[in-house]
């Protein structure tokens, strides 16, 4: 079967994918191993690791063979880490608390007026300098976070497009079979028109 153009940057893009997540995920679940690394409470987190690493060697095999179904086990799993990566991101900026919804990914409160006021404390500098200071750390944080919700939505892209991919793998699969179906080529034998064998 040969494949057009856009379905080979698709499957390219199904081959990098799971490969540039198991190094990801590879490196978060041996981050607990550092010296320093609180490995009481990361139990959840190291073993959603590994899961991820495990999918993802899953969908590189899927992408590899041809393999619809291995590539939307990928998909899935992949789809669950964005989701919580995109809560993370968004409780940066948001007021709101999403921990109880996002149990998996560290989330961080940063107080920008009490980080300036310890930093301010050696140096005796002034009110308005500490409310710079403070603005100027929000507007971090919202580029940062903005910064981050760009890479999230190149990602989402990504993903869309090697699952659709599965899809119409899986789509082509099912066509191929009704045509070898349809043409009498199940039992393995072939009828010429022009020979009657």
């Not at 494949?3 to 893009?13: A, G, I, P």
Request: charged share 15%.
């Amino acid at each position: 079967m040969s494949l057009s153009t856009d379905h080979r940057h698709l499957r390219f893009l199904a081959l990098v994918l799971p490969c540039l997540t198991f190094c990801t995920h590879s490196l978060l679940a041996l981050s607990f191993i550092l010296p320093g690394s609180d490995l009481d409470d990361a139990y959840l987190s190291v073993a959603y690791n590994v899961l991820a690493c495990c999918a993802s060697i899953l969908g590189l095999v899927g992408a590899i063979r041809s393999l619809p179904s291995l590539v939307s086990a990928y998909t899935l799993v992949h789809t669950v880490t964005l989701s919580f990566v995109t809560l993370a991101l968004i409780n940066m900026v948001l007021p709101w608390d999403f921990r109880l919804l996002n149990p998996l990914t560290p989330s961080y409160a940063v107080d920008e007026s009490s980080l300036c006021r310890d930093m301010d404390a050696g140096f005796g500098w002034d009110a308005e300098w500490v409310q710079k200071c403070s603005r100027s750390l929000t507007m971090i944080r919202f580029g940062g976070a903005a910064f981050g919700m760009l890479l999230m939505l190149a990602q989402w892209w990504a993903l869309i497009s090697v699952r659709t991919w599965g899809h119409e793998l899986r789509s082509g699969r099912h066509r191929v079979r009704g045509d070898v179906e349809k043409a009498g080529l199940v039992s393995g034998t072939i009828y010429d028109e022009k020979t009657a064998f």
